[in-house]
């Protein structure tokens, strides 16, 4: 139990926030970068509209992570898409599934989480980000015990952003020490965006 405490502390610490984004839509940091291109010239100018304005709204991304050690295996897959409401504030949501597995002999723990989350950002300056993300799992656990229960975490976060990078972190006011599936409230985030 320990060692997925671990695991879960790991992923935590690693929380790889990797969003792919086009030219046009990380352009919500710098309007100016926006104006002269289009990447869309073989396409229909009706298509060509249609695609821009998803672009330049639109974004994907989410987090990825996946370790494996000592009879242990943690997989974290958490895709996101992003709505740019204006050039300094964005919104989206997500789905997220968790798994662990750790096998130690007379101990056999397994968790299984699965849901979703909604979130907010707000850049008052280019560099900086703040936001709020609900994240609620449902969550099953066997082991010791068996148990399945609804877990929830609200997350308050501040980046710096430095181009296509971000780093910053987040803190869940929620936090529960005994269902959380993150062994600390605190949660370093690193964001790449591409």
Known sequence: MM?????????GVVHLQMSAQELSAVAFNNPQMSSGFNELNDLPSSM??????????????????VSFWDSQTSILIAPKAYYN?????????????IYSDYDAGLINYKSNSFGGSVMGAV?????????????GLQTSRSGL?????WNNA?????????????????????YDNYKSLYASAF???LGLYF
């Open 3 to 11: 060692k997925n405490i671990i695991v879960l502390l790991f992923i």
């Open 48 to 65: 060509q509209s249609y695609t821009s304005d998803f672009q330049q709204y639109w974004s994907f991304g989410g987090s990825l992570g």
């Open 85 to 97: 409401v204006s050039p300094k504030f964005f919104t989206g949501f997500g789905i997220t599934y």
């Open 123 to 135: 850049r008052p300056i280019p560099s900086l980000q703040f936001d709020i993300e609900y994240e």
């Open 145 to 149: 015990i068996k148990e399945d229960f």
């Open 154 to 174: 609200l997350y308050l976060g501040a980046s710096f952003v430095s181009g296509r990078v971000s780093f910053g972190f987040r803190y869940d006011i929620l």
């Open 187 to 189: 949660n370093p985030v």
